[in-house]
């Protein structure tokens, strides 16, 4: 397994979780990093994605001013600092990996097998 997700959990409404993503196997420093998730019932969406260089983070409207998308100083792990979580942030997230950073899934290669971040009301 080349890319694994971490900190998942559950938590109250407003509260805060930050999920990690840790690569192996390959050197990942020069990729872009992303976070997508999948709701229950829902197709795969765009959360947020940094460049390989960290300077140019995309968020999706739905978490703009609320999550921030970051990378480690090895440059090879990314992570996403969620705060005021709301119910509909519920799902599984999943961490993707590739040479480009994208809104689209179909243009990373390497996935993780998800972490699942439930928040109650």
């Known amino acids: 397994v080349n890319v694994v997700e971490s900190g998942g959990g559950l938590v109250q409404t407003g509260g805060s979780l930050r999920l990690s993503c840790a690569t192996t196997?390959?050197?990942?420093?020069?990729?872009?990093f992303a976070w997508f998730r999948r709701a229950p019932g829902k197709e795969r969406e765009f959360v947020a994605a940094i460049s390989f260089d960290g300077t140019t983070p995309h968020y999706a409207d739905s978490v703009t001013d609320r999550f921030v998308i970051s990378r480690g100083s090895a440059r090879n792990t990314a992570f996403l600092q969620m705060d005021d979580l709301k119910p509909e942030d519920t799902a599984t997230y999943f961490c993707?990996?590739?040479?480009?950073?994208?809104?689209?899934?179909?243009?990373?290669?390497?996935w993780g097998q998800g972490t699942q971040v439930t928040v109650s009301s």
């Open positions: 993707a990996a590739d040479v480009v950073p994208s809104r689209h899934a179909a243009e990373y290669r390497h």
């Open positions: 196997g390959r050197n990942y420093s020069t990729y872009a």
